[in-house]
T-cell receptor, first 115, second 114 residues
Framework: AQTVTQSQPEMSVQEAETVTLSCTYD???????LFWYKQPPSRQMILVIR??????QNATENRFSVNFQKAAKSFSLKISDSQLGDAAMYFC????????????FGTGTSLTVIP | DAGVIQSPRHEVTEMGQEVTLRCKPI?????LFWYRQTMMRGLELLIY????????DSGMPEDRFSAKMPNASFSTLKIQPSEPRDSAVYFC????????????FGEGSRLTVL
């Protein structure tokens, strides 16, 4: 099975600064999809950004962008101009089209935003 | 459109009691997933269905857990008998069964077994 690793259990960032959350994955597939989900204290899981593996261009959504390095199997999330509302648990996820479209999640990174 | 709807949002029960968690996926979605989240183990996949058929239930902890999806708009996760170690937040999520489809989560059911 594919594995997703988030090596940073906790991160902190000063408000208005930039922070990068790391994610690596292990796969032998060439076609797959990667996601970052945010879980604020309300516990609702919210999609932040999605990346198709066949696209070389890094996905961006407003202040959120990814650095997708397919050869290195790395998928980091960059949050620019951090806001207090960005404080949450962030999960990296991998979706395989070859194993019933199952999702594999990392263990999460807890992000604190310091005012 | 309504999102994934789970009930109950909170459940407190005593050890040995039966617990049933319910989920209504987003209309038109043909994949449904049940996850359990705890501080110790993080987010664990329990079971998932494609077109109402269970595909992988290897994450179901033991025979005390069972899940059904009698139709495309309803699923249940049952724990019988419940134990304190089952205390967790249980999420239901649905998606379109196509490559790249995102997962939409419900708000979760927080279960406390005393």
């Amino acid at each position: 099975a594919q594995t997703v690793t988030q090596s940073q259990p906790e991160m902190s960032v000063q408000e208005a600064e930039t922070v990068t959350l790391s994610c690596t994955y292990d796969t032998s597939e060439s076609d797959y999809y990667l996601f970052w989900y945010k879980q604020p204290p309300s516990r609702q899981m919210i999609l932040v950004i999605r990346q198709e593996a066949y696209k070389q261009q890094n996905a961006t959504e407003n202040r959120f962008s990814v650095n997708f390095q397919k050869a290195a199997k790395s998928f980091s999330l960059k949050i620019s101009d951090s806001q207090l509302g960005d404080a949450a648990m962030y999960f990296c996820a991998y979706r395989s089209p070859n194993t019933g479209n199952q999702f594999y999640f990392g263990t999460g990174t807890s992000l604190t935003v310091i005012p | 459109d309504a999102g994934v709807i789970q009930s109950p949002r909170h459940e407190v029960t005593e050890m040995g009691q039966e617990v049933t968690l319910r989920c209504k996926p987003i209309s038109g979605h043909n994949s449904l997933f049940w996850y359990r989240q705890t501080m110790m183990r993080g987010l664990e996949l329990l079971i998932y269905f494609n077109n109402n058929v269970p595909i992988d239930d290897s994450g179901m902890p033991e025979d005390r857990f069972s899940a059904k999806m009698p139709n495309a708009s309803f699923s249940t996760l049952k724990i019988q008998p419940s134990e304190p170690r089952d205390s967790a937040v249980y999420f239901c999520a649905s998606s379109l069964r196509l490559a790249g489809g995102e997962l939409f989560f419900g708000e979760g059911s927080r279960l406390t077994v005393l």
